[in-house]
Nanobody, 122 residues
Framework: QVQLMESGGGSVQAGGSLTLSCAASGYTAGSYSMGWFRQAPAKERERVAGIGRGGGIVYADSAKDRFTISKDNGKNTLSLRMNSLKPEDTAIYYC????????????????WGQGTQVTVSS
């Protein structure tokens, strides 16, 4: 079966950096569009960044210029490099995948990971 497993979360001070990873199994990452979403305490889930099968990348305004999404199809992994972290970046971060980029970006991906916690302190 298809599985997505996030790792790399933790606690950092504002201005610091963190790299999240998502390991995909049960399929090859190159067959899917993939992305990152996050959900802060008592808030709705929001999109962070997405990458299509053709390599096209889209960032939410909150992530643009600070975060970098990448996918290694050979290793079946998705990564999110987060720089200049802010307290408002605190959330559970989820990895997601779908054959259809539109479904992914609109928050309706076929597959979800279980999430990894990122906490940014002032």
């Amino acid at each position: 079966q298809v599985q997505l497993m996030e790792s790399g979360g933790g606690s950092v001070q504002a201005g610091g950096s963190l790299t999240l990873s998502c390991a995909a199994s049960g399929y090859t990452a190159g067959s899917y569009s993939m992305g990152w979403f996050r959900q802060a305490p008592a808030k709705e889930r929001e999109r962070v960044a997405g990458i299509g099968r053709g390599g096209g990348i889209v960032y939410a305004d909150s992530a643009k210029d600070r975060f970098t999404i990448s996918k290694d199809n050979g290793k079946n992994t998705l990564s999110l490099r987060m720089n200049s972290l802010k307290p408002e970046d605190t959330a559970i971060y989820y990895c997601a995948a779908d054959v259809d980029f539109s479904k992914l970006w609109t928050g309706r991906p076929r597959y979800w990971g279980q999430g990894t916690q990122v906490t940014v302190s002032s």
